[in-house]
């Protein structure tokens, strides 16, 4: 049975129903999708779950990697959803957003508090997972499937803690981190979580550092020596990808592997900004965002790029920031 259109935008707008349209064509009257190159690249597969605020504030789409097709996952003009991630198991996407605070309210009267939500791949079983009033933002699944890792700053700028989908409970893991904890990854074998921390300051500001923390809050170890965030494990477990940070210059990738992740080479899209690495579920590509600027004048588009070889590619094109995808199968 057909869905009146009335009805149809409506749902959309309250993130209750997924639409997938052609790239580039509009799902309802003033709102567009994200808009995917074309020809679309050859060779790839799985899907690809990202934010992007071409339709106003940041909202969570999907993009099929086998046809280009771009399909609305959750989201409206109205609030923020962002950082989503595949479950495990690819049947659900946790995000943070402030929707809750939006229920019945303009962003006027209500509250920009930032929960973590999740939503079936179907775009479905809409449940809250968090419900403090601070902000809970970066979620990363537990390997099981059965606990999520975030950063919130319900006593501090930033700390990470996990919550256990099945009752709620909280655990602290750090406490008062210097700077901030935030962006965690968490490994494959359940024992580490890679994050980033606004942990050394130089000059003016506090510059980002990658480091990894033992799963039950054990003390961190850096791992970078340069500026670095947004960190991503590898399947294997055996290799980290993040964002470099050189001073004065583009952001880049940086993988490390080795003993204690000692070992590390750059990838990047040259003059233009490469961030937010993902992996793909083979292990033989990243996806990543690049952009001819950073904050002012930016405009991320999503692309991918062969850790082998370093040859690029983008997938998304035109207006919107289109970034913080992750990649299943």
């Known amino acids: 049975m057909s869905v009146p259109p009335i009805l149809a935008a409506a749902l959309l707008a309250a993130g209750l129903m997924a639409a997938t349209v052609d790239p580039g064509h509009t799902q309802a009257p003033g709102i567009r999708l994200p808009e995917a190159v074309r020809p679309f690249p050859p060779g790839l597969s799985g899907t690809l779950v990202f934010e992007s605020d071409v339709a106003g504030r940041p909202a969570i789409y ?22 989503p991630r595949w479950s495990p198991d690819g049947r659900r996407v946790a995000f943070s957003s402030n929707r809750a605070h ?27 997972i ?8 970066d979620p990363t699944w537990a390997p099981d499937g059965r606990s999520l ?34 962006m965690p990854a968490a490994a494959p074998d359940g024992a580490r979580i890679a994050f980033a921390a606004q942990s050394l300051r130089a000059g003016a500001f506090w510059g980002y550092q990658v480091h990894v923390l033992g799963a039950n809050g054990e003390a961190p170890a850096l791992t970078t020596t340069v500026g670095g965030c947004w960190p991503s494990w590898s399947p294997d477990g055996r290799s980290l990808a ?42 033989a590509r990243l996806s990543f965002s690049v952009s001819p600027a950073h904050h002012e004048g930016e405009n991320w588009d999503l692309a991918v790029i062969d850790v082998q070889s370093g040859a690029w590619t983008r997938l998304t094109r035109g207006p919107g920031n289109d970034r913080l995808a992750d990649w299943k199968k």
């Open 130 to 137: 968090t419900r403090d009033p601070a902000n809970e933002s």
């Open 62 to 83: 999907t993009l099929a990697l086998d046809t280009g097709s771009v399909t609305t996952l959750a989201g409206d003009p109205g609030f923020t959803s962002s950082t």
């Open 149 to 182: 890792v975030y950063s919130s700053d319900r006593d501090s700028r930033g700390d990470l803690y996990r919550v256990v989908m099945a009752t709620g409970e909280v655990t602290r893991l750090t406490r008062h981190f210097v700077g901030r904890a935030i």
């Open 242 to 283: 993040h964002v470099r940070l050189p001073a004065g210059e583009p952001s880049s990738l940086e993988l490390r592997d080795g003993p204690q992740l000692g070992h590390s080479r750059v990838l990047k899209a040259e003059s233009l900004w490469s961030y937010y690495p993902r992996w793909s579920p083979d292990g």
């Open 102 to 128: 939006y229920d019945g309210a303009t962003p006027e009267t209500g509250t920009a508090d930032m929960d973590i939500w999740v939503i079936d791949a179907t775009g479905g079983g809409l449940s809250r």
